[in-house]
């Protein structure tokens, strides 16, 4: 198996612009959990789905955040409009029931 | 309200010595625990977990962690440190009522010297 899956790996863009992160999770996973690590708050949770729907987001920063799966197979993290303080590396994991998590690789974002 | 506390920032360890990484937990009810490591410019990586029966779990890499309910601590620990061992380790608990959301802890650097 292929892992889960993220892209972009690196993304650089300026303030105020949109900027769209995926993830592929493993086949047969039923969660989907997006993150956020920073240096100064650790590991956070954002979203996660089951069955490809929204379960809990209480961990969205604010509306600037948006997150969809539109299937078992893909999910995107949207942030429009981006800002400096949104710089962290971003975190897609999935699983199977209540197993463990397995994570991608993460996707760097620096806002400029 | 479920919680982690990794107390140390850093455990500094001799190659060849035992390690500990410490761990303890907050949870309404029975926990489910996980322990991860992330290497540099890595995603976080499973290495155990406990979810019930014997307290002494064995993982990955020659890892384990003891459960221990009375002081609510599953530290995790390893015989004999190797360098490539040096990483950041993250501890996890859930509730088993608690849907399927993890509380990480802060982390912790392990340095392993040759």
């Known amino acids: 198996d292929a892992g889960v899956i993220q892209s972009p790996r690196h993304e650089v863009t300026e303030m105020g612009q949109e900027v769209t992160l995926r993830c592929k999770p493993i086949?047969?996973?039923?969660?989907l959990f997006w993150y956020r690590q920073t240096m100064m708050r650790g590991l956070e949770l954002l979203i996660y789905?089951?069955?490809?729907?929204?379960?809990?987001d209480s961990g969205m920063p604010e509306d600037r955040f948006s997150a969809k799966m539109p299937n078992a197979s893909f999910s995107t993290l949207k942030i429009q409009p981006s800002e400096p303080r949104d710089s962290a590396v971003y975190f897609c994991?999935?699983?199977?029931?209540?197993?463990?998590?397995?994570f991608g690789p993460g996707t760097r974002l620096t806002v400029t | 309200a479920q919680s982690v506390a990794q107390p140390e920032d850093q455990v500094n360890v001799a190659e060849g010595n035992p390690l500990t990484v410490k761990c303890t937990y907050s949870?309404?009810?029975?926990?489910?625990l996980f322990w991860y490591v992330q290497y540099p410019n890595r995603g976080l990586q499973f290495l155990l977990k406990?979810?019930?029966?014997?307290?002494l779990v064995k993982g990955s890499y020659g890892f384990e962690a003891e459960f221990n309910k009375s002081q609510t601590s599953f530290h995790l620990k390893k015989p004999s440190a190797l360098v490539s061992d040096s990483a950041l380790y993250f501890c996890?608990?859930?509730?088993?009522?608690?849907?399927?959301?993890?509380?990480f802890g802060g982390g912790t650097r392990l340095m392993v010297k040759p």
């Open positions: 996890a608990v859930r509730a088993h009522n608690a849907g399927n959301m993890l509380t």
């Open positions: 789905f089951n069955n490809n729907v929204p379960i809990d």
């Open positions: 086949s047969g996973h039923d969660y």
């Open positions: 994991a999935s699983t199977r029931g209540v197993s463990e998590q397995y």
């Open positions: 949870v309404s009810g029975n926990p489910y």
């Open positions: 406990y979810i019930t029966g014997d307290n």
